[in-house]
């Protein structure tokens, strides 16, 4: 399995940025889609943005279509998600994972290893 390590995270007014960044171990990386999901206090962790292998396919959740952006750098191993204009329902913890398989999905069970996760935390 691919080792994943997400950065980035922190705390951010709202209406402000980040962008976090997630680098896979594998040299295999450019072979799989890339996803992100986020889990917020007492919710179910929850599908963000997922990008595919080559980075030419890309699908959000409605709630931040407009706001994030997912992109991926096949050749550093690593896989970004700039979030602009956040709100404090954006505040979770955001977790990347690899999906296993072809296509692009937005389901957890499409997807095989994740990493620790980072926090964001938007304060109002």
């Known amino acids: 399995q691919v080792q994943l390590v997400e950065s980035g995270g922190g705390l951010v007014e709202v209406g402000g940025s980040l962008r976090l960044s997630c680098t896979a171990s594998?040299?295999?990386?450019?072979?799989?889609?890339m996803g992100w999901f986020r889990q917020a206090p007492g919710k179910e962790r929850e599908f963000v943005a997922a990008?595919?292998?080559?980075?030419?396919?890309?699908i959000y959740a409605d709630s931040v279509k407009g706001r994030f952006t997912i992109s991926r750098d096949n050749a550093k191993n690593t896989v970004y998600l700039q979030m602009n204009s956040l709100k404090p329902e954006d505040t979770a913890v955001y977790y990347c994972a690899n999906q296993q398989g072809p296509g692009i999905h937005n389901a957890e069970n499409y997807f095989e290893s994740w990493g620790q996760g980072t926090q964001v935390t938007v304060s109002s």
């Open positions: 990008i595919s292998w080559r980075g030419f396919a890309t």
């Open positions: 594998r040299r295999t990386f450019s072979n799989y889609a």
